[in-house]
């Protein structure tokens, strides 16, 4: 199947400070991409959609100006968490779409990268 | 969307089936049904999906009852590996129809498998 692939796969950070994760389709083109933020012993919530070349669409109580989504390529999403609190320690993951050939529709996800605020 | 409901908790002896249900009465027609397992601190992994065949591969097998209002992953020989927690989703369409569509996990099975 197609792989995802997520950097850094874990991260620590001080209260304040801004973290970028990176989302990449390794062997197929993704036009939309998604983020999703598990905490502890709970299910994955998504948070936005991210569209290659357009605004990225936000889940309902997601703050769109916290999290920073960039799709600038059809292989690359990138998700910054401004100003992170340690409330904002969680596994986040990602997934992209591929929407070609005989994987068409399924959704591939990333490994997770393991975010802890101090 | 539709919802789904499953177990909380299966266990399983390795090298037997598991069969892990899943309840969506509220699907919709046109609305798959896909399986994914999420082991401890990974991202989640794609099984199988299906519309209102049954349908196989090299992972499972997925039944789908005619109503369409349930069905079952089958895992034929269940290993150690294989403990994680499955999710059943209902493949939500978006806003502009076609192949958009929004996967939301539930809170899924953990699904133990014994020595």
């Known amino acids: 199947g197609a792989v995802v692939s997520q950097h850094p796969s874990w991260v620590i950070c001080k209260s304040g400070t801004s973290v970028k994760i990176e989302c990449r389709s390794l062997?197929?083109?993704?036009?939309?991409m998604f983020w999703y933020r598990q905490f502890p012993k709970q299910s994955l919530m998504l948070m936005a959609t991210?569209?290659?070349?357009?605004?990225?669409?936000?889940e309902q109580g997601v703050e769109k100006d916290k999290f920073l989504i960039n799709h600038a390529s059809l292989t690359l999403s990138t998700l910054t968490v401004t100003s992170a609190h340690p409330e904002d320690s969680s596994f986040y993951i990602c997934?992209?779409?591929?929407?070609?050939?005989?994987?068409?529709?399924?959704?591939?996800f990333g490994p997770g990268t393991r975010l802890t605020v101090l | 969307d539709a919802k789904t409901t499953q177990p909380p908790s299966m266990d399983c002896a390795e090298g037997r089936a598991a069969n892990l249900p899943c309840n969506h009465s509220?699907?919709?027609?046109?609305?798959?049904v896909y399986w994914y397992r999420q082991i401890h601190s990974q991202g989640p992994q794609y099984i199988i999906h299906?519309?209102?065949n049954n349908e196989t591969n090299e992972m499972a097998s997925l039944i789908i009852t005619e109503d369409r209002k349930s069905s079952t992953l089958i895992l034929p020989h269940a290993t150690l590996r294989d403990t994680a927690v499955y999710y059943c989703?209902?493949?939500?369409?978006?806003?502009?129809?076609?192949?958009?569509?929004?996967?939301?996990f539930g809170k899924g099975t953990l699904l133990t498998v014994n020595p």
């Open positions: 991210s569209n290659e070349g357009s605004k990225a669409t936000y």
């Open positions: 997934s992209a779409r591929d929407q070609s050939g005989s994987s068409y529709n399924e959704q591939f």
């Open positions: 989703i209902v493949r939500v369409e978006g806003n502009s129809g076609g192949s958009n569509y929004k996967l939301t």
């Open positions: 299906g519309l209102k």
């Open positions: 509220t699907i919709s027609g046109n609305e798959y």
């Open positions: 062997d197929f083109q993704a036009t939309t």
